[in-house]
């Protein structure tokens, strides 16, 4: 028992911090992507100023979740502060044929 929690714990010490959730907001509307790239699918469309949790970089992508979905956004459209927001998260725009350009 005790072996098995000193494992767990060592695991989880030695994490990278990207591993672990960390909150980011988006500076623009931007696409709400199944990869990390432009020629993966569109999921939806985030706002400006729309909360998300991050898990990763890849190639200038971010991993994300938002409302419980998981996928990716171009890493361009993200803030560390939601300073140039004003107020909380706001709703992803999803469906129909209004996406920002390219990513």
Known sequence: MFRTLATAALIAATLPAAAMAA???????VN???GPGTYYDVIGYLPKCAALDSYG???????????????????????????????????????????????
């Open 23 to 29: 909150s980011h907001w988006t500076t623009g509307g």
């Open 57 to 103: 970089w890849q190639d200038g992508w971010v991993e994300i979740s938002w409302e419980g979905q998981r996928g990716w956004v171009s890493g361009k459209y993200l803030a560390e502060s939601n300073a140039h927001c004003g107020y909380g998260k706001k709703k992803a725009y999803e469906g129909g044929d209004t996406y920002s350009s390219g990513y």
């Open 32 to 34: 709400f992507r199944t």
